[in-house]
T-cell receptor
Framework: KAGVTQTPRYLIKTRGQQVTLSCSPI?????VSWYQQTPGQGLQFLFE???????NKGNFPGRFSGRQFSNSRSEMNVSTLELGDSALYLC????????????FGPGTRLLVL | TQLLEQSPQFLSIQEGENLTVYCNSS?????LQWYRQEPGEGPVLLVT?????EVKKLKRLTFQFGDARKDSSLHITAAQPGDTGLYLC????????????FGTGTQLKVEL
């Protein structure tokens, strides 16, 4: 069974641009969560999608948004990039999105210049 | 706000030594998970502890959940270079769904 895949793996953008990151969950998994990891703040929850609906949201500004498609694939978008958005963005999937094991992808490393 | 504090933040030891990593909170968690993350990869789940006082062993790793379900520890016996990585504890958000609150992390380096 293939794991969680994220594309692209690395990305360089400049301030003010926008970016879209993609996550393909494990086959059969319907819950996809996104996390931001930085050296200063650690791993922080962004949002969770289940059956194409946002079910949970972290404490991030509205520049961070996401969506989920009918095949459970998910995308997150960051508009008007700031230097502080440089981070490793991790996607995790689980079957039903309860208190169960989440499987993480390798992440997308975003550098904002 | 549910916070998880880990200590120590950094640990550099020699192969064969023992170590303990702590994960503490003022909040009660229904369960706690421990992950290990290697450079360039996402976190990989090591174990989930659910019952207060529970002890789980995974080869040389021993995990314990505090009686009050507010803290947990990870003990590694005879550490090996392959144990090097970032160790993270995490607990589910009480608001439901699949949101995890992660600890501050412990960066472990085991040298030959």
């Amino acid at each position: 069974k293939a794991g969680v895949t994220q594309t692209p793996r690395y990305l360089i953008k400049t301030r003010g641009q926008q970016v879209t990151l993609s996550c393909s969950p494990i086959s059969g998994h319907r819950s996809v969560s996104w996390y931001q990891q930085t050296p200063g703040q650690g791993l922080q929850f962004l949002f969770e999608y289940f059956s194409e609906t946002q079910r949970n949201k972290g404490n991030f500004p509205g520049r961070f948004s996401g969506r989920q498609f009918s095949n459970s694939r998910s995308e997150m978008n960051v508009s008007t990039l700031e230097l502080g958005d440089s981070a490793l963005y991790l996607c995790a999937s689980s079957f039903a999105g309860g208190e169960e094991t989440q499987y993480f992808g390798p992440g997308t490393r975003l550098l904002v210049l | 706000t549910q916070l998880l504090e880990q200590s120590p933040q950094f640990l550099s030891i020699q192969e064969g030594e023992n170590l303990t990593v702590y994960c503490n909170s003022s909040s009660v968690f229904s369960s706690l998970q421990w992950y290990r993350q290697e450079p360039g990869e996402g976190p990989v789940l090591l174990v989930t502890v659910v019952t207060g006082g529970e002890v789980k062993k995974l080869k040389r790793l021993t995990f314990q959940f505090g009686d009050a379900r507010k803290d947990s520890s990870l003990h590694i016996t005879a550490a090996q270079p392959g144990d090097t990585g970032l160790y993270l504890c995490a607990g589910p958000f009480t608001g439901g769904g699949n949101k995890l609150t992660f600890g501050t992390g412990t960066q472990l380096k085991v040298e030959l």
